[in-house]
């Protein structure tokens, strides 16, 4: 009872009823991001992930979770996370960080992207490039390391070499540490949690049928958090702005799939020395 929860491990045969809903989440957030624009109100930003989720048969993870009330979560400028969907109308130069999750068959797909608009702050731009960059660093290290703290340990190296590269304009970029990446299967979130950050306990070892979701959260200041009055939306407590990227993995036999990714992440994992491994 004392020992770690417990992780649900995939068969071959369950990794591909994520596939598929991983490959709604994909599409639900393409056509997010082609028709994200100045003018465009979240809301309606949310009702095109609904149909799009809708026409593939499958289920949106997110509405009434805990009574979230929207398909996507949508957060703008110092909004980390959990934003909610409404009437806000996206500016030149907004931040805008996209989740959106999914079901079919009962297995869950959880994706998102930042979207940095037209006439964005270059420091902002620098901002979400470097938070997809810490991505594909701890997705990476899925495939080359021993233990699932190997992902926070890439995460933290790839955001300070950004700093040491004068990235974030000489400040230090903060790691949100409040949430986290998570197990994902049969559920949303489940066993094991995936920090973003070093930690003194390096978690379980990685192992075939482990799927979870890696999804760095990085600011342009303190990593500290607040939650506005919504009970949902997360923001950041000195309102720097923030940007949020996430793919659901799965650890197989050979290697790693990006189930999230229309192509298994294999462009994105390349340059970093990783090869997908077969699906099946």
């Known amino acids: 009872m004392f020992g770690r929860e417990r992780i649900e491990y995939k068969t071959p045969e369950q990794v ?3 596939r598929r809903a991983g490959l709604v989440v994909a599409e639900a957030l393409s056509a997010v991001r082609a028709a994200a624009a100045p003018g465009v109100t979240t809301a309606s930003l949310d009702a095109l992930a609904a ?3 809708g026409d593939h048969g499958a289920t949106p993870s997110f509405l009434g979770y805990h009574g979230y009330p929207a398909t996507l979560c949508i957060s703008v400028n110092d909004e980390i996370v959990h934003g909610i969907p409404g009437p806000r109308v996206l500016h030149a130069g907004d931040v805008v960080s996209v989740d959106c999750g999914a079901i079919v ?3 869950h797909g959880d994706s998102a992207v930042t979207i940095v608009l037209d006439e964005a702050d270059a420091l902002d731009e620098a901002l979400a490039t470097t938070t997809e960059r810490a991505l594909w660093a701890g997705i990476a290290a899925l495939a080359t390391g021993a233990r699932l703290g190997a992902v926070g340990e890439a995460v933290e190296a790839l955001v300070d070499e950004a700093q040491s590269a004068g990235l974030n304009g000489g400040a230090r970029y903060g790691i949100v ?3 986290v990446g998570h197990g994902i299967g049969t559920a949303m979130h489940q066993p094991p949690d995936v920090l ?3 930690a003194r306990d390096r978690g379980p070892a990685l192992r075939p049928g ?5 999804e760095p959260m990085l600011v342009r200041g303190s990593r500290f958090t607040r939650e506005l009055d919504d009970e949902w939306t ?3 407590d000195d309102g720097s702005r923030a940007a949020h990227w996430e793919h659901s993995v799965a650890v197989l036999e050979d ?3 990006v189930l999230t990714a229309f192509d298994g992440g294999a462009a994105a994992l390349e340059p970093l020395g990783v090869t997908i491994a077969p699906l099946l």
């Open 16 to 18: 591909l009823l994520m």
């Open 51 to 53: 149909t799009v989720i």
């Open 105 to 107: 068959a009962g297995w």
């Open 177 to 179: 540490q409040e949430y």
């Open 196 to 198: 973003n950050y070093r």
């Open 210 to 214: 482990l799927c979870v979701a890696v």
């Open 234 to 236: 997360v923001v950041t």
């Open 255 to 257: 290697g790693i799939w």
